[in-house]
């Protein structure tokens, strides 16, 4: 599986902005799909995960109630729309796959290349 992350940008607090990673490969539908984020000088962090149907969707609760996580099996991608964002919302984002189910980090086996998203005050 291969993913291509897109849709990063500069926005001002209180904005918006709306993520997409696209996946190659016929099994995108059977993976937990994640979105990981990394800050300036930071570890990278879990943002929001959802299953392969899309009836179940996680939440760091830094983000819970601002960003929603869905999914186009039929495109094979997954979004991440990300509302009244905050200069702490500010880091390189990531998609990931896990072909396991587990959502535990270590089994997300595919990653894509990142988007940087600002958030400017």
């Known amino acids: 599986v291969q993913l291509q992350a897109s849709g990063g940008g500069l926005v001002q607090a209180g904005g918006s902005l709306r993520l997409s990673c696209a996946a190659s490969?016929?099994?995108?539908?059977?993976?937990?799909m994640g979105w990981f984020r990394q800050p300036p000088g930071k570890e990278r962090e879990f943002v929001a995960a959802?299953?392969?149907?899309?009836?179940?969707?996680y939440y760091a609760n830094s983000v819970k109630g601002r960003f929603t996580i869905s999914r186009d099996n039929a495109k094979n991608t997954v979004y991440l729309q990300m509302n009244s964002l905050k200069p702490e919302d500010t880091a390189v984002y990531y998609c990931?796959?896990?072909?396991?189910?587990?959502?535990?980090?270590?089994?997300?086996?595919?990653w894509g290349q990142g988007t940087l998203v600002t958030v400017s005050r």
């Open positions: 490969g016929r099994t995108f539908s059977s993976y937990v």
């Open positions: 959802i299953n392969w149907s899309g009836g179940s969707t």
């Open positions: 990931a796959a896990d072909p396991t189910g587990s959502y535990a980090y270590s089994k997300y086996n595919y």
